[in-house]
Nanobody, 121 residues
Framework: QVQLVESGGGLVPAGGSLTLSCAIS????????TGWYRQAPGKQRELVAT???????DYADSVWGRFFISGDNVKNTVRLRMNSLRPEDTAVYYC???????????????WGQGTQVTVSS
């Protein structure tokens, strides 16, 4: 059974920082990449940051140099440190994990329920 649970969202003034955490329960699955996406009201869900199973990180241009993703496949957690937050970072942030059931080759996307981040101007 797979479960992704996010935490750490909230209200923060512009210029502030937040750290989002995602706890991944994945009994019977191995992990591919994990990441964070966000969706603002009236907009499509967009990639924020991803980290591969071997630790390579990638970021959206809009958060480059401000956000930092880290993952721990032993503790089954992925975190997103968000610095210098801007009002346009306001969105629901979703944790994503690409998981492979043991004995299979195909990866499947799994999602958390989302956590709200609101940045006040």
């Amino acid at each position: 059974q797979v479960q992704l649970v996010e935490s750490g969202g909230g209200l923060v003034p512009a210029g502030g920082s937040l750290t989002l955490s995602c706890a991944i329960s994945r009994s019977g699955f191995s992990v591919g990449a994990t990441g964070w996406y966000r969706q603002a009201p009236g907009k499509q869900r967009e990639l924020v940051a991803t980290i591969s199973s071997d630790g390579r990180a990638d970021y959206a241009d809009s958060v480059w140099g401000r956000f930092f993703i880290s993952g721990d496949n032993v503790k089954n957690t992925v975190r997103l440190r968000m610095n210098s937050l801007r009002p346009e970072d306001t969105a629901v942030y979703y944790c994503n994990a690409q998981l492979r059931r043991y004995g299979r080759t195909d990866l499947k996307d799994y999602w958390g329920q989302g956590t709200q981040v609101t940045v006040s101007s």
